[in-house]
């Protein structure tokens, strides 16, 4: 099952029409035909009544909407995680703190700061 197929189902189900959804996607109305085709295809189910111009979704499309957003909000928070364990933190802390703080109790704090997050950059005041 593919994601595009996924996202196509859910935008023609939220603006009722293949046109809609081919614009909102920048796709093609024939290439969301064809997806969601594809996808009829792969679930051997109808997710869909065409009635002319109009598009509703059948018992078995309202009852799988839900979980192709599901779906797809999970692959988003994939990819999230994805890029927040490859990214690696960086640029400029600016820390306000008391000359007594500052001496005696950050040192150490700010050591282990450092050792973990070597490309920030310390800006103490």
Do not use: C
Request: glycine fraction near 6%; charge should be positive; aromatic fraction near 6%.
């Amino acid at each position: 099952m593919e994601f595009g197929s996924l996202r196509t189902f859910v935008a023609v189900a939220d603006s009722g029409s293949f046109s809609a959804a081919a614009q909102q996607l920048y796709l093609t109305q024939p290439a969301v035909s064809k997806r969601l085709a594809a996808l009829e295809a792969e679930l051997n189910i109808r997710l869909f009544d065409r009635i002319g111009r109009n598009v509703r979704l059948t018992h078995a499309g309202e009852e799988l909407l839900p979980k192709a957003r599901e779906i797809l909000l999970q692959a988003q928070d994939m990819k999230h995680l994805a890029s927040n364990l490859q990214t690696e933190i960086s640029g400029t802390l600016v820390l306000g703190t008391s000359h007594h703080i500052g001496l005696h109790r950050l040192p150490p704090v700010l050591r282990d700061f450092r050792n973990r997050f070597s490309a920030v950059d310390l800006d103490i005041r």
